[in-house]
């Protein structure tokens, strides 16, 4: 990514085998569709591999979340807010869903 410096980058396995991986990275300038520079990829799947919430920011397409198989405009703040609302719903989730 050329001189993008990372912000966040982790990956943690729960117990149950579900994953959660977190990426942000910090860009010289905007992504193309984005207002802000940075470029995200906040991902939630269960054990099965079945992909159960994702926030990414893909070129040209712009600042989105996917959940349950539904896509849907995302409106990005901060990294803090985007980090608070994509575990917010993760815990929305698993409570509702008996994820």
């Given at each position: 990514?050329?001189?993008?410096q990372p912000v966040l980058s982790y990956r943690r396995d729960l117990?149950?085998?579900d994953i959660i991986q977190v990426v942000v990275w910090l860009l010289p300038e905007a992504l193309p569709g984005s207002t802000h520079p940075?470029?995200?990829r906040l991902h939630?799947?269960?054990?099965?591999?079945?992909?159960?919430i994702r926030y990414d920011n893909e070129r040209g397409k712009g600042d989105h979340r996917h959940f349950e198989g539904k896509e849907e405009p995302y409106r990005f703040e901060s990294v803090k807010r985007l980090a608070l609302d994509?575990?917010?719903?993760?815990?929305q989730a698993r409570k509702s869903g008996g994820i």
């Open positions: 990514m050329g001189n993008a117990p149950n085998g940075y470029k995200y939630y799947q269960t054990a099965d591999g079945s992909d159960v994509f575990y917010e719903a993760v815990r």
